[in-house]
């Protein structure tokens, strides 16, 4: 199996995973929800930033 196959079927289980926790309510441990207006702060993030949970100028 090459890195690309085993790589698809994380993303696939995973995303099974999550699609059963949602129809439970609730989210599978380790998921990060991030609101649309953090997400567009920290598109543009350096890894420096990113590091200490700080964006520069924000």
Known sequence: MTDAARFADRLRRQAEEFRKALDEGTLPE?????????????????????????????
Do not use: H, N, Q, Y
């Not at 380790?30 to 949970?53: H, N």
């Open 30 to 58: 380790g998921t990060l929800v991030i609101s649309r207006e953090d997400l567009e702060l920290w598109r543009e993030a350096t890894p420096e930033e990113w590091g200490t949970g700080k964006r520069v100028g924000s």
